[in-house]
């Protein structure tokens, strides 16, 4: 046995972060009243994240929407890893929506939160794909959102 054979195989950066598909359905399912409690609190973080982040994309035009972005990314995969739900990714969302169109909507002094610039609509745009790809993630329910699968067997 050499020493190379005793290595463990190289994962990607992904791999590691996200962990493997596996690795997800082998968690275990939170209990349904933490996972109720987990989606209200991801509801209210969704809103939160999508003023906060409606306000950062415009203070600083380059890397304030990618700031904006991450944390959208990260409460929207957190939502998902926390609940283990495609609901829990979906929860945030709806909520990061609906705070949308409140900013969105301009004022009768004329103000505007969201201008259709490039920033903006960037944040916009790429936030909503960002929601649709972790409402779509494998998870370790069934098709149905938020509906535990039956058991699987090893």
Known sequence: MTATDARPARRSI?????????????????PRSARIAAYVLFFLLGIAVSICGAFVQALWPPVGVLLALAATAATFY????????????????AGWFLALLLVMVP????????????????WLFVGSILGVICATLPTRTSWFPGVPGPPRRP
């Open 14 to 30: 992904p791999a590691v972060l996200l962990g493997s598909r596996e690795e997800r359905l082998k968690e275990s399912q939170p």
């Open 78 to 93: 957190g939502g998902l890893r926390v609940t283990g739900t495609r609901l829990g990714a979906g929860v945030p969302a």
């Open 107 to 122: 004022r009768p002094e004329g103000d505007n939160v969201l201008w259709t610039n490039a920033t903006s609509l960037c």
